[in-house]
């Protein structure tokens, strides 16, 4: 496969949007940090924010696979520790980056 056929390939991967709220040791631990730095090296778009009952709550829009990627890289930390995540598909939205709130 040559490259043109990659990015075509990768171009038609299907484009969805979740919204999480993540449970665990997820606040103060670096964990809005390591998802923005994720979200910005895999290209995804979304925003993270810490919650009032020590959850934290995240969306997030990309590929299935790439967003798969981006929470493998936010558990690598050895501060954060997600006992359970609850995940909902949303509506897509026409923005540009990722952002903590």
Not at 1 to 29: A, L, P, S, W
Request: charged letters at 35%.
């Amino acid at each position: 496969m040559n490259e043109t056929e990659k990015r075509d390939r990768r171009d038609e991967k299907e484009e969805i949007r979740y919204h999480v709220i993540f449970y665990g040791q997820v606040q103060g631990v670096g964990f809005r940090y390591r998802a923005y730095y994720a979200a910005y090296q895999l290209g995804l778009t979304g925003w993270v924010r810490n919650c009032w009952d020590e959850t934290v709550e995240m969306e997030v829009q990309g590929d299935e696979e790439t967003i798969t990627e981006m929470i493998k890289r936010i558990r690598t930390s050895s501060y954060i520790e997600i006992t359970d995540a609850k995940w909902t598909k949303i509506p897509l939205e026409s923005e540009f980056g990722f952002h903590i709130r």
